[in-house]
T-cell receptor, first 114, second 115 residues
Framework: AQSVTQLGSHVSVSEGALVLLRCNYS??????LFWYVQYPNQGLQLLLK??????LVKGINGFEAEFKKSETSFHLTKPSAHMSDAAEYFC????????????FGQGTELSVKP | DAGVTQSPTHLIKTRGQHVTLRCSPI?????VSWYQQVLGQGPQFIFQ???????GRGNFPDRFSARQFPNYSSELNVNALLLGDSALYLC??????????????FGSGTRLTVV
């Protein structure tokens, strides 16, 4: 069965610092991996997705993630945090034989200090 | 272009009542999925519909049901509401049934409060 683990329910960084949000997945077949962001009282916005092409995936707002099969990881990074990056971030996995089902991690709340 | 629209945005119901939530996908998208997000947790998959047929169902009781209409809009119905059904209900649309290839676009959700 597929699963996603996000390490750290809360991450705090200073403005301008590196953002690193960790995600590990479990899947017996090649996975599709996603990062979503959720601002308060809003839905989910797709940041980026991995669909078995390049292992380094660039997304919106300066975020990127690297798929590492050997480590079963898909960590999200951004070189320099902005105050506007403060939000909840979700990693999700989907597999080809389960069509539209996304399995989400528990989420990581990112705080950005001035 | 309009995104995924959900209605209503907020709803308060009493235990035991029935509720219907509605979702209109992005124009041209034929797949709709429903998720339940309890406060402080990640979304949980409830249903996926593609071309008006159920393609997947999550681990939810039979009180939860859904359908998709010829115009690809969808309804989620929940009967005999429990306090634990209080959550944000999210709808996601995708161009095809294999949503992971095309990507999923989420609506802003319906906040359901059961009292």
């Amino acid at each position: 069965a597929q699963s996603v683990t996000q390490l750290g329910s809360h991450v705090s960084v200073s403005e301008g610092a590196l953002v690193l949000l960790r995600c590990n997945y479990s899947s017996s077949v090649p996975p599709y991996l996603f990062w979503y962001v959720q601002y308060p009282n809003q839905g989910l916005q797709l940041l980026l997705k991995y669909t078995s092409a390049a292992t380094l995936v660039k997304g919106i707002n300066g975020f990127e993630a690297e798929f590492k099969k050997s480590e079963t990881s898909f960590h999200l990074t951004k070189p320099s945090a902005h105050m506007s990056d403060a939000a909840e971030y979700f990693c999700a996995v989907s597999v080809g034989n389960q069509g539209g089902k996304l399995i989400f991690g528990q989420g990581t709340e990112l705080s950005v200090k001035p | 272009d309009a995104g995924v629209t959900q209605s209503p945005t907020h709803l308060i119901k009493t235990r035991g009542q029935h509720v219907t939530l509605r979702c209109s996908p992005i124009s041209g998208h034929k797949s709709v999925s429903w998720y339940q997000q309890v406060l402080g947790q990640g979304p949980q998959f409830i249903f996926q519909y593609y071309e008006k047929e159920e393609r997947g169902r999550g681990n939810f009781p039979d009180r939860f049901s859904a359908r998709q209409f010829p115009n690809y809009s969808s309804e989620l119905n929940v009967n005999a509401l429990l306090l634990g059904d209080s959550a944000l209900y999210l709808c996601a649309s995708s161009l095809g049934g294999a949503g992971q290839l095309y990507g999923y676009t989420f609506g802003s959700g319906t906040r359901l409060t059961v009292v």
